[in-house]
DNA sequence: GCAATAACTTGACACTGTCAAGATAGCTCC
DNA sequence: GGAGCTATCTTGACAGTGTCAAGTTATTGC
């Protein structure tokens, strides 16, 4: 008569986007350490186990999220890209102020993927997620490589720079909101770290 | 009769430094999310809860593991500057290397202390290393800055460049031992992107 | 030697990830 | 339209975790 289980939710599948979307919303209440299967699936109005059924365990949500991250990741650039003309240091900005735009609206979600915290590399979703936007990159850079330098130099180079920057600009901004870096600065400062490499004649 | 407590330690207050040490080993061998206090307590062979006592709580702990990296971190680049010349750029390029040597002797607490994990920043002994390491970027970088721009500028540059570089180093190394970039291949891209910028008419 | 305090230990509780087993909703097939 | 089948969950259990309160003992100060 009574029935032992208590089925809140539809079996529909919906479950699996939702437990997604409840895992990003922890991540911006709570941080990278607030993230629990528990709670996910209690935020979704599902019982404590039933992450395990899509998501096997908690690196399998993480990795989940870290797609939906680098998916967003993409739109960013690719946004900033259609905007840009044809020159090739243009389209480099470009994704630069798309890597800005994501850290600024999903701060969470750029915090999570780039903490080097580690993910399910094996994951088909996540790796062509992240294998894309990391192809963004390599394509936007590939004009401006120097012949006969190793592509991989000049990709970390521009990654390792606009990532920093982003870190800075995030931090900055939550203590003084109206301040702000732009890339013309950065560009100026980095003809003068080559004027000094020139001055010591080392290049 | 028989006690009820069985101590195996001697209580003379060495056990702090002890679970400091079981906490960065566990970090080499399990990684960040390997690190627990129960297991650096059993570690140093102390009871379970006896880390709260010095600690208070995992982040205590965490943050006392976090100062002792960013005292490495200063040694190493102190080292490093006082084998180099006078020059402003040698200076500069002596505290990249020291992040390299750093990076490279305790990628543990490279990894731990980079990673955007937050620590109690209240801690005097995790601020003033912190802080200390910060401060020799920032002596090292103030005779490079140009007139009239905001030391940060520079100071963030330079560090996302290296930090991002020193990743890249140690991901590379482990799949390919013998290869390595070298800084001055860094400085040569540098002004490879700035005629770029010149070329633009954009700086 | 005695009291005070520092340096722990013990025990408990709530919470977590993970697994095994059960239940049921919705589909397919006859 | 009923019988099964399977995907999609729920329940229950267990070991491990952080953290607190209370007890115990070694060491220190007098």
Redesign the interface.
Known sequence: MTSTTSPRRKRDGSLRNDLIDAGVALLRER???GLSLRECASKAGASHAAPGYHFKNLMGLSTAIAARGYRLFCEAMTQRLSEAGE????RLEAICHGYLDYASAYPELF?FI?????FNEGDEEFDTAARKAYGILRETCAP?V?AG?DP???E??V???V???A??TMTRKKENPELG?TW???????????R???S?G??
């Open positions: 941080g990278a350490d020159d090739s240091f243009s915090l780039f903490s080097g915290q580690k401006l120097p330098s991989a130099d000049l970390i180079l990654w390792s720079l990532h920093g920057y870190h800075l870096l013309p600065e950065l560009g100026s400062l980095m003809k003068h770290l080559e000094a490499l020139q010591r080392s290049v």
